[in-house]
């Protein structure tokens, strides 16, 4: 059985972040949608503390496609976590609009989420009981909108994904590449600032896994939704126009790809 990792507490001293040469210098302009800003997650695990995230700072620009990628323990999935807003840093700040995010309550963290935030995970995270068109439109729900205009606006995503034929399908009547499809309409539905994707391919093969980052193209190139991929795949890093890698928690590099 594994030793449980408990999060240490906000005294904890951060090590002292090594210089990265290959990083980006950052933008001065106003086009900036997430910026993180030396940002520490210590874990601590009996009398020693771990470095998840050891002062990771960069920026994200609008119709920008980055992929976060680097080997297992590098601190993509506890970075994506706090970029989401599921998780808060040790130390350091993450600003989704110029927001601070650590000013916030959990109730305005919660309503951040539901308005700039679309997640698309890598097993799907879909309801069993509801069709794919009432998947979609969960994220709509206690956002002041019709029940006219939450079903036309999820069927307005389904046809952007080419699954409006199977909005009355259940998730067991789907096929895996079908499932993350709608897994991608429900992350677009609300109009997010942001898509963030969680090894968004890693539960199909290959040619699906392939249809999916087509799709993913073509929401950043034609209609230039701004789209963060955490993936351990490097064939698929290399797909996104910007790649930052993660090493023991620090950006090694972040070069356009």
Excluded: C, W
Excluded at 134 to 141: C, G, T
């Amino acid at each position: 059985m594994k030793e449980k990792v408990e999060p240490e507490g906000n005294k904890a001293e951060p090590t002292q972040n090594a210089q990265n040469t290959d990083q980006k210098e950052p933008k001065k302009d106003d086009n900036v949608v997430l910026r993180t800003e030396k940002l520490y997650r210590i874990f601590k695990r009996g009398k020693f503390s771990v470095n998840a995230l050891d002062g990771v700072s960069f920026q994200i620009y609008n119709g920008e496609f980055v992929s976060i990628t680097g080997k297992s323990g590098s601190g993509k999935s506890t970075l994506l976590n706090i970029l989401g807003t599921l998780d808060t840093p040790t130390k350091g700040e993450v600003y989704i609009g110029g927001e601070p995010i650590s000013k916030m309550d959990d109730s305005e963290r919660t309503a951040l989420r539901r308005k700039r935030i679309g997640f698309v995970f890598q097993d799907y995270n879909l309801i069993p009981v509801l069709n794919a068109v009432e998947n979609v439109e969960l994220p709509l729900f206690n956002a002041g909108i019709s029940k006219e205009k939450r079903r036309q606006k999820a069927l307005d995503m389904l046809e952007i994904v080419g699954l409006r034929d199977r909005a009355d399908h259940k998730p067991d009547e789907l096929s895996g590449g079908q499932s993350q499809r709608v897994s991608v309409a429900r992350a677009l539905v609300s109009d997010p600032t942001i898509v963030l994707a969680d090894e968004p391919t890693g539960a199909l093969d290959t040619k699906t896994g392939t249809k999916i980052m087509n799709l993913f193209d073509d929401l950043n190139k034609e209609q230039g939704h701004t789209i963060i991929m955490v993936t351990h795949d490097v064939a698929l890093a290399d797909r996104a126009t910007r790649k930052i890698v993660l090493k023991d928690g620090k950006v090694i590099k972040d070069q356009t790809v």
